[in-house]
């Protein structure tokens, strides 16, 4: 997830260095605004690929985590693309019941 961060706020992405300084302005002042650290950032994430993951096999390889913030709230985007729907519920969650 840190290494993701990092790559995305210095990655050159072919927009103009002004695009990109806006972009990780709102990003910097995303995760400012949230309060979360990065660890709990992290677990977060961890904690909501397990869930999903017990429904639907995701493609962990093509998983996006972002902060959006307006003046008025601060969103967690996440995008988890989908490979297929599972018939029944991941083995852990079998295991567990």
């Not at 997830?1 to 695009?19: T, Y």
């Not at 300084?21 to 904690?47: F, Q, W």
């Not at 690929?49 to 902060?67: A, H, K, Q, T």
């Given at each position: 997830?840190?290494?993701?961060?990092?790559?995305?706020?210095?990655?050159?992405?072919?927009?103009?260095?002004?695009?990109d300084?806006?972009?990780?302005?709102?990003?910097?002042?995303?995760?400012?605004?949230?309060?979360?650290?990065?660890?709990?950032?992290?677990?977060?994430?961890?904690?909501i690929?397990?869930?999903?993951?017990?429904?639907?096999?995701?493609?962990?390889?093509?998983?996006?985590?972002?902060?959006e913030?307006?003046?008025?709230?601060?969103?967690?985007?996440?995008?988890?693309?989908?490979?297929?729907?599972?018939?029944?519920?991941?083995?852990?969650?079998?295991q567990?019941?």
């Open positions: 997830m840190i290494l993701e961060l990092i790559e995305r706020l210095f990655s050159r992405s072919g927009k103009n260095s002004g695009e300084a806006r972009r990780r302005l709102k990003l910097v002042i995303a995760n400012d605004r949230s309060g979360l650290s990065p660890e709990m950032m992290e677990e977060m994430r961890r904690e690929v397990e869930v999903v993951s017990r429904y639907v096999e995701i493609d962990p390889g093509e998983m996006e985590f972002s902060l913030s307006d003046q008025r709230m601060t969103a967690l985007i996440a995008n988890l693309p989908v490979r297929r729907v599972r018939r029944t519920k991941a083995k852990s969650e079998a567990e019941s």
